[in-house]
């Protein structure tokens, strides 16, 4: 997404970002191949100066090829322009959908039991309608029902996530993140303080990562034993040997 950016950089075609495509799964850079102003009226860029208008916009990706389509909803910021004593308008946005291809939620593996997984579901559905003050609620939920499968006993969730340390040997650095979470979570209830979309999914990423440690790891790792076990016993017995496991791709 951009922010309080000079509109030369978005207001005509060609413009760059950097981003994650969908299609490749590469964190590469976007280029804009055409745009138009859809709302308050269908017409060419740019609006009247300060009004707020709903823009589409067309990206590719420079490693594959594919487009995304985007909705945005932008303002002008003339007077903050003036100020900062810039050349042009500065833009700012106000909302950001992606119309095509249709954002999916983040899944955790199928290795991670399904009180946790579906609970990490529902808030990764919320992140993925920009629904950020939902997201930091159902990520606290998450991780706190990765507390209670884990067996981390405690008198409060902190106490708890600490826990993982101990019960799970969850890494201090996963187990800091975690806290985030959970503050991060009860600032949007009480507070209802709302954070970026990449604060978000920076959370997310430490459940992610606590997940795979905690469920991932361990069932590969019973899964390889297996395997191994299983071939050392067909070769003993002359039996034809059983195809290699598979690791998690």
Known sequence: MYQNVPLGSLGRAWAKRQSGCDYCGNGVAMTKRAQHRVDPDFDAWPSPAGEVSTIVELWSCD??????????????????????GAEEPELEELEHQQLWPLAQPRELAD?????VREVFHEAATAECHALYRLAGVGYRSA????CKERGSTGGNIKA??????????????VVDGLQETR???????????AYSAEEIAD?????????????VVPAERARMSASRSA??????????????????P
């Open 63 to 84: 490693y594959c090829g594919k487009v995304t389509v985007d909705l945005s909803t932008v303002r002008y910021r003339i007077e903050q322009a003036e100020k900062d």
């Open 111 to 115: 290795d991670v039991p399904a009180c």
């Open 143 to 146: 991780v706190e029902a990765m």
């Open 160 to 173: 708890r996530i600490d826990g993982l340390n101990q019960v799970a040997g969850l890494p201090q650095n």
């Open 183 to 193: 503050i991060v979570g009860n600032d949007s209830v009480h507070d209802g303080l």
């Open 203 to 215: 959370l997310a990423g430490y459940i992610e990562e606590a997940a795979y440690l905690l469920y």
């Open 231 to 248: 071939r050392r016993s067909a070769s003993q017995s002359g039996a034809a040997l059983p195809a290699p496991a598979a690791g998690r």
